[in-house]
């Protein structure tokens, strides 16, 4: 049964903001032009993190630390309220660059998204958008050298001044919208993982995660926009997701050294959190819920993820899919590990996430391959749907990560998701007459060469 294309996503790459275009000219080091435009951002909304962001690194870069740190701080304090967790990080990493202490800092993030935090709720709201880049109207271009900073450091203060009311007048704290993954990890843990987070900033057009490629390494979004995109059998391009800020990305790197299974490539100037697989495995090792809820947020994105390549996922409804998530269990292996033997008993059904297999058949001590699969593909269905021994072994080529399914969870399944058996059936016996083709047509061709 060939394979449903996706829905198209909803939406589009925006058009260029101011921040974009600050951001931009910030890393074509037009460091004057660029402090213009993000010193007007700050003028005109003062609770605009992202402008302080920029503010900050721009009066850093040009020897007025005393002023970056102040629009540094008060970035971490706006991004609290606005429930933007990776711009407070990215803050917090960047007063650490400067020599500040920032631990006051991470620990008012930690208070503020951990489980169990008073201010998680609805969420506050974020400040409004600013007017698209032509539209918008940087600082005079005579202001220049000691005028700019002088104007730019003005402008900090008077921000200094705002949040300093807002916090006065306010009855409370606004409540915070809960982050995915960071919010579900207890104070201690969140603490521990957001500081060993690294700030990396790239322009549009960056290349981020190359398809195919290793990687040890996952991201978040603090400020821009990305594309996730997989090549297909065919050659041609398929998007599977915008990414937008506070998203998680590159994840599976964290799992198995496994080659990445999409590009990620930015739509606009972005601002990431960098999160090397060596300092969260430390944190996990201190932290053990930190390692139990990222190893299940990796499985509910695998899960969405796959649903657009996987007709199986697919066949399951999507206010249903969050339940199916939780009768996988995620399996990493390394390169030629066994998933499966040959003439052994179907144990369950493996959904290929990341990586690649071989299925490989012994043909007179002979391996002869007969077929690779990769992300969305199925491995064991033969053997489950048809009620036979595995016919071939099956073998990592590369490491790789699956969900599998054991046999009993996959029975209870199909009773609930009778289509479910069906396209696997569908599958199986498609499986099953290539394989038996396959391995005819080695036969006859030995034969032809022996008479010859």
Same mark, same amino acid.
């Given at each position: 049964m060939s394979k449903a294309s996706p829905p198209e996503l909803p939406g589009g790459p925006t058009a260029e903001s101011p921040v974009d275009r600050a951001l931009a000219l910030a890393l074509a080091n037009e460091k004057d032009t660029a402090l213009r435009w993000a010193t007007a951002i700050v003028a005109a909304d003062p609770a605009m993190a992202s402008g302080l962001l920029l503010t900050g690194r721009l009066l850093a870069d040009l020897g007025r630390l005393e002023g970056a740190r102040e629009a540094l701080e008060i970035c971490v304090a706006r991004a609290i309220d606005a429930g933007q967790l990776p711009l407070a990080v990215a803050a917090c990493s960047d007063l650490r660059t400067l020599g500040a202490d920032a631990s006051k800092h991470f620990d008012a993030i930690a208070d503020a998204f951990a489980s169990g935090s008073p201010r998680l709720g609805d +969420? +506050? +709201?974020?400040?409004?958008? =600013?007017?698209?880049?032509?539209?918008f109207h940087p600082l005079a271009s005579v202001l220049t050298g000691p005028a700019l900073l002088g104007k730019a450091?003005?402008?900090?203060?008077?921000?200094?001044?705002? =949040?300093?009311?807002?916090?006065a007048t306010r009855p409370a704290p606004p409540s915070i919208t809960p982050q995915p993954l960071f919010s579900s990890i207890t104070r201690e843990g969140l603490r521990a993982m957001i500081e060993v987070f690294e700030v990396s900033t790239v322009p549009q057009g960056t290349i981020v995660i190359e398809e195919g490629t290793g990687g040890a390494e996952a991201y978040i979004v603090a400020r821009g926009e990305l594309e996730v995109k997989r090549t297909m059998e065919n050659g041609t391009s398929l998007l599977l997701a915008r990414l937008t800020g506070g998203a998680l990305f590159g994840e599976m790197a964290l799992l198995s050294r496994a080659p990445r299974a999409a590009s990620v490539v930015a739509c606009r100037p972005s601002i990431l959190l960098l999160g090397r697989k060596d300092a969260l495995d430390a944190v996990a090792e201190r932290e053990p819920e930190v390692a139990i809820e990222l190893a299940s947020h990796c499985r509910r994105r695998m899960v969405q993820n796959l649903v657009r390549t996987s007709p199986i996922l697919s066949a399951v409804r999507a206010e249903e899919r969050p339940a199916l998530v939780e009768r996988f269990e995620t399996r990493v292996y390394e390169k030629g590990d066994k998933l499966i033997s040959e003439g052994s008993n179907a144990t369950g059904l493996h959904l290929i996430a990341s990586g690649e297999v071989a299925v490989i058949r012994d043909e007179g001590n002979e391996p002869f391959v007969l077929a690779t699969l990769g992300p969305g593909d199925i491995v064991g269905e033969v053997a489950l749907v048809l009620r036979r021994p595995s016919s071939a072994d099956v073998v990592a080529v590369h490491p790789t990560v699956t969900l599998h399914l054991d046999t009993e969870k996959f029975m209870s399944l199909i009773r609930e998701h009778p289509t479910i058996l069906a396209e696997l059936y569908d599958l199986a016996v498609k499986r099953d007459d290539e394989t038996r083709s396959i391995v005819a047509q080695e036969a006859t061709n030995a034969d032809e060469y022996v008479l010859i």
């Open positions: +969420g +506050g +709201g974020h400040p409004p958008k =600013l007017p698209h880049a032509d539209e450091t003005e402008v900090v203060h008077e921000a200094r001044r705002a =949040l300093e009311e807002t916090v």
